[in-house]
């Protein structure tokens, strides 16, 4: 099983796994503050020993992480949260029906629309990749983790490298979007205005690096890259 472990910026770690059946990367992270171990996203069920055996390359076991969050409720980000002990979990309300009722005692439904979480972390309700999807913003550092509202499934890794400029990738998302709002029918389908609201929700913030929920780690020029995806509408 391909993994990677890096840090992205002080006390910001991405752990990445090659999913065979999906033929893409799947993506989670730790932020470290203060007495804080926080898990963002958890992966699937069946990949949780390589996630926690990454962990402890750097000195932390499953014990030491005190809250996760997830930005929504599909499997590749709350299937993990099973292996971890009594901690608190986050999590929005409005993606209570995706989360299977084994997990539910183990996630509070009170992640805001707009506001301020633990450890310094803005969250803003995004809604459309599912109901729930939020977004996450970490002032100190500057990354932005945004689910899967912006992600980049199935694309492999330049040489290697989580962290990078990206710019094949933004490219070619930037073509996908631009796609997409060209049809009307994929328009109305897949609710595209919503997609471009959260845009202009995640943009508000000083974004140095962008976190998806699949496949590399964007830096630099984010909010240039967003400027880029609105002036599509």
């Given at each position: 099983m391909k993994t990677y472990l890096e840090e992205i910026t002080k006390g910001v770690y991405a752990f990445l796994l090659w999913?065979?059946?999906?033929?893409?990367?799947?993506?989670?992270?730790?932020?470290?503050?203060?007495?804080?171990?926080?898990l963002i996203d958890s992966g699937k069920e069946e990949h949780s020993r390589f996630l926690f055996s990454a962990l402890k390359s750097i000195g932390i076991s499953k014990s030491d992480i005190t809250r996760f969050i997830a930005t929504h409720a599909h499997k590749d980000h709350i299937g993990g949260i099973q292996f971890l002990g009594e901690i608190e979990g986050f999590i929005h309300n409005k993606d209570l029906e995706l989360i299977p009722e084994n997990l539910r005692y183990k996630l509070k439904m009170s992640l805001p629309d707009n506001g301020s979480i633990v450890s310094n972390l803005d969250c803003v309700l995004l809604g459309h990749h599912t109901k729930g999807s939020v977004s996450l913003y970490h002032r100190e550092s500057k990354v932005l983790f945004c689910g899967d509202h912006i992600c980049f499934f199935a694309e492999p890794l330049n040489d290697h490298n989580v962290v990078g400029t990206g710019k094949l990738e933004r490219e070619k998302f930037k073509q996908f979007v631009s796609d997409w709002s060209q049809n009307e029918e994929m328009r109305k389908q897949h609710n595209f205005s919503?997609?471009?609201?959260?845009?202009?929700?995640?943009?508000?913030?000083?974004?140095?690096?962008?976190?998806t929920g699949h496949g590399i780690v964007l830096k630099g020029n984010i909010n240039q890259f967003f400027s880029e995806l609105l002036e599509i509408e």
């Open positions: 999913d065979e059946s999906w033929n893409s990367y799947n993506n989670c992270y730790l932020l470290l503050e203060n007495n804080d171990i926080i919503l997609f471009i609201e959260g845009i202009k929700d995640i943009n508000k913030f000083d974004v140095e690096y962008l976190c």
